[in-house]
């Protein structure tokens, strides 16, 4: 839904909030707004609110607080948001409201009523109505938070298209729903690239797996497959006794990893099938019996095809690929953090392939932890454009090969220089 533009709302409220932004605002042209109150608890939560969602909260200019002063008493709050302070009358409404949205700095409003003892909701409604109506381009947004009066000060906003909520916090999800529909219409209309692959090379490793009736590629053709479509992996070969397995590691460059290769195991780690950071022959060796023991122990029934001795990557951020073959829409290529974060955190994201360049840098950018991507604690950042790369090159690959049935790259290490895959995985749709 993402990917086609639908807008998603989390509950039957939130649906009605944002169709009533959406029948008579215009789009706003930035994220900046400003929130107008007569009562600093609202005024607060509003801009919190606001914040949470992804909007901003700029200065003023100060032309415009040369504006606003003249029209409140010294205890007012001018500035953004801004507090009236409760003896704000309507007339104080319109002459705010008018000056909030001629600040070139502000591209909408929301502007917040706590009805006092006096001052009729219908009244500021009106003058609220009044200079949205001058202000056409900016969208504004008004909440109602009084009981008394309050269907009659709706109605004054609903007439002329201005959506009227009783919380500050579902007039900010409206407003940022607002702003993100903006944005996604403006995004260039980046195709889907068409990268040149090895995919004779790919296709004889999938029509071999096939002929032979697997269910799951080889470690070893599995990123033969990543390679020949492109994708940077780390340099491994197969290893069928501790003595090849320690001339492997000399002709790598140590350090080494070594992994189990056995088509009954999924995870290496539950069973003793890994050991990292072997740094001369003779730890090699050990480390292969190692295994070799330990998967036996474990999983007595399991057929083992060697051991990967795969040259050590250090560093970089953990993070997840992956591919699922759905009945509905077809390929579903996945995003994430990975490492054991995939299943602890589960943040990832899903989209339908092919994608679009739009489409990879959305879901870099959308995880919930983007932020250890971007650099944290003095890292430096991953090279996101690499991850987007990845991103499509996967998607391209199970496009053209219909019997991958599920794919993962896990874990796709992200450095600041680019990006390399460690582990992988192809499951293949037996016919």
Same mark, same amino acid.
């Given at each position: 839904?993402?990917?086609?533009?639908?807008?998603?709302?989390?509950?039957?409220?939130?649906?009605?909030?944002?169709?009533?932004?959406?029948?008579?605002?215009?789009?706003?042209?930035?994220?900046?707004?400003?929130?107008?109150?007569?009562?600093?608890?609202?005024?607060?939560?509003?801009?919190?609110?606001?914040?949470?969602?992804?909007?901003?909260?700029?200065?003023?200019?100060?032309?415009?607080? #040369?504006?606003?002063?003249?029209?409140?008493?010294?205890?007012?709050?001018?500035?953004?948001?801004?507090?009236?302070?409760?003896?704000?009358?309507?007339? %104080?409404?319109?002459?705010?409201?008018?000056?909030?949205? $001629?600040?070139?700095?502000?591209?909408?409003?929301?502007?917040?009523?706590?009805?006092?003892?006096?001052?009729?909701?219908?009244?500021?409604?009106?003058?609220?109505?009044?200079?949205?109506?001058?202000?056409?381009?900016?969208?504004? /947004?008004?909440?109602?938070?009084?009981?008394?009066?309050?269907?009659?000060?709706?109605?004054?906003?609903?007439?002329?298209?201005?959506?009227?909520?009783?919380?500050?916090?579902?007039?900010?999800?409206?407003?940022?729903?607002?702003?993100?529909?903006?944005?996604?219409?403006?995004?260039?209309?980046?195709?889907?690239?068409?990268?040149?692959?090895?995919?004779?090379?790919?296709?004889?490793?999938?029509?071999?797996?096939?002929?032979?009736?697997?269910?799951?590629?080889?470690?070893?053709?599995?990123?033969?497959?990543?390679?020949?479509?492109?994708?940077?992996?780390?340099?491994?070969?197969?290893? $069928?006794?501790?003595?090849?397995?320690?001339?492997?590691?000399? #002709?790598?460059?140590?350090?080494?990893?070594?992994?189990?290769?056995?088509?009954?195991?999924?995870?290496? !780690?539950?069973?003793?099938?890994?050991?990292?950071?072997?740094?001369?022959?003779? #730890?090699?060796?050990?480390?292969?019996?190692?295994?070799?023991?330990?998967?036996?122990?474990?999983?007595?029934?399991?057929?083992?095809? %060697?051991?990967?001795?795969?040259?050590?990557?250090?560093?970089?951020?953990?993070?997840?690929?992956?591919? !699922?073959?759905?009945?509905?829409?077809?390929?579903?290529?996945?995003?994430? /953090?990975?490492?054991?974060?995939?299943?602890?955190?589960?943040?990832?994201?899903?989209?339908?392939?092919?994608?679009?360049?739009?489409?990879?840098?959305?879901?870099?950018?959308?995880?919930?932890?983007?932020?250890?991507?971007?650099?944290?604690?003095?890292?430096?950042?991953?090279?996101?454009?690499?991850?987007?790369?990845?991103?499509?090159?996967? $998607?391209?690959?199970?496009?053209?090969?219909?019997?991958?049935?599920?794919?993962?790259?896990?874990?796709?290490?992200?450095?600041?220089?680019?990006?390399?895959?460690?582990?992988?995985?192809?499951?293949?749709?037996?016919?």
């Amino acid at each position: 839904m993402h990917q086609a533009g639908v807008i998603r709302a989390g509950s039957v409220e939130e649906v009605f909030d944002i169709a009533m932004a959406f029948s008579g605002q215009p789009l706003p042209k930035s994220r900046r707004t400003a929130v107008m109150t007569n009562s600093g608890g609202p005024g607060i939560l509003a801009a919190d609110a606001l914040v949470m969602n992804g909007l901003e909260l700029p200065r003023l200019q100060p032309e415009t607080l #040369e504006r606003l002063r003249p029209h409140f008493p010294a205890e007012a709050s001018i500035g953004n948001p801004l507090d009236m302070i409760a003896s704000a009358k309507p007339s %104080g409404y319109r002459a705010a409201l008018d000056a909030l949205l $001629s600040d070139p700095n502000i591209d909408s409003a929301m502007a917040i009523f706590v009805p006092p003892l006096g001052i009729k909701q219908a009244d500021v409604a009106e003058a609220i109505a009044e200079i949205g109506l001058i202000h056409k381009d900016k969208p504004v /947004l008004g909440v109602l938070m009084g009981r008394e009066g309050l269907p009659q000060g709706k109605a004054e906003l609903h007439e002329v298209g201005i959506p009227a909520y009783i919380f500050p916090e579902s007039a900010a999800r409206a407003l940022a729903t607002l702003c993100r529909y903006r944005e996604w219409k403006e995004r260039p209309p980046l195709e889907t690239p068409v990268y040149s692959v090895n995919a004779a090379r790919a296709r004889t490793i999938l029509d071999r797996a096939v002929t032979a009736g697997l269910s799951k590629l080889s470690e070893i053709d599995t990123l033969d497959v990543f390679d020949a479509y492109g994708i940077p992996v780390a340099p491994a070969r197969l290893a $069928s006794s501790a003595q090849q397995a320690a001339a492997i590691a000399e #002709e790598l460059g140590y350090p080494v990893a070594l992994k189990i290769v056995s088509p009954e195991v999924i995870h290496k !780690t539950d069973v003793g099938g890994v050991v990292l950071g072997c740094d001369e022959a003779h #730890e090699v060796r050990e480390a292969f019996d190692q295994i070799v023991a330990s998967v036996r122990a474990t999983s007595p029934d399991a057929t083992i095809s %060697g051991v990967l001795v795969q040259r050590m990557v250090k560093g970089g951020r953990e993070t997840i690929v992956g591919v !699922t073959r759905d009945a509905s829409f077809g390929p579903m290529v996945m995003f994430g /953090l990975g490492g054991v974060l995939v299943e602890a955190v589960q943040d990832v994201l899903f989209r339908i392939a092919p994608l679009s360049q739009n489409d990879a840098r959305d879901m870099v950018r959308g995880l919930r932890g983007f932020k250890i991507l971007t650099g944290i604690r003095g890292q430096a950042p991953a090279h996101l454009a690499a991850l987007e790369e990845v991103l499509l090159r996967v $998607s391209q690959l199970a496009v053209d090969n219909k019997e991958i049935r599920e794919l993962d790259i896990n874990p796709l290490l992200a450095f600041a220089d680019g990006v390399t895959a460690v582990d992988g995985r192809v499951m293949i749709a037996i016919p």
